[in-house]
């Protein structure tokens, strides 16, 4: 870490923490209210798997070198995309 951070003079990531251990954000510069919304709906869906699949799964996902994620995610992108182009 080059230098020292602006605001601590600290020259290590352990000194910026007891700095900031110490002290808050309000005692340094203006502070301004802000509002913003946030959506806490999760981007993610979870199914259900047979845990003999599971399994198949997490193997071909280490020979390939890739996450089980990864793997589930393209093979049902290629199912969608078959499932389309036979409509």
Same mark, same amino acid.
């Given at each position: 870490?080059?230098?020292?951070?602006? &605001?601590?003079? =600290?020259?290590? +990531?352990?000194?910026?923490?007891?700095?900031?251990?110490?002290?808050?954000?309000? *005692?340094?510069?203006? %502070?301004?209210?802000? *509002?913003?919304?946030?959506?806490?709906? !999760? %981007?993610? @869906? +979870? +199914?259900?798997?047979?845990? +003999?699949? !599971?399994?198949?799964?997490?193997? &071909? =996902?280490? *020979?390939?070198? &890739? !996450?089980?994620?990864?793997?589930?995610?393209?093979?049902?992108? *290629?199912? &969608?995309? %078959?499932? @389309? !182009?036979? %409509?």
């Amino acid at each position: 870490m080059p230098g020292k951070t602006l &605001i601590s003079k =600290a020259r290590t +990531y352990q000194e910026i923490g007891a700095f900031w251990d110490e002290h808050d954000a309000t *005692e340094f510069g203006e %502070q301004t209210e802000v *509002e913003f919304e946030v959506n806490i709906k !999760s %981007q993610r @869906r +979870y +199914y259900p798997l047979d845990g +003999y699949l !599971s399994l198949k799964i997490r193997q &071909i =996902a280490e *020979e390939r070198g &890739i !996450s089980e994620e990864t793997l589930l995610n393209l093979w049902v992108q *290629e199912k &969608i995309d %078959q499932a @389309r !182009s036979q %409509q």
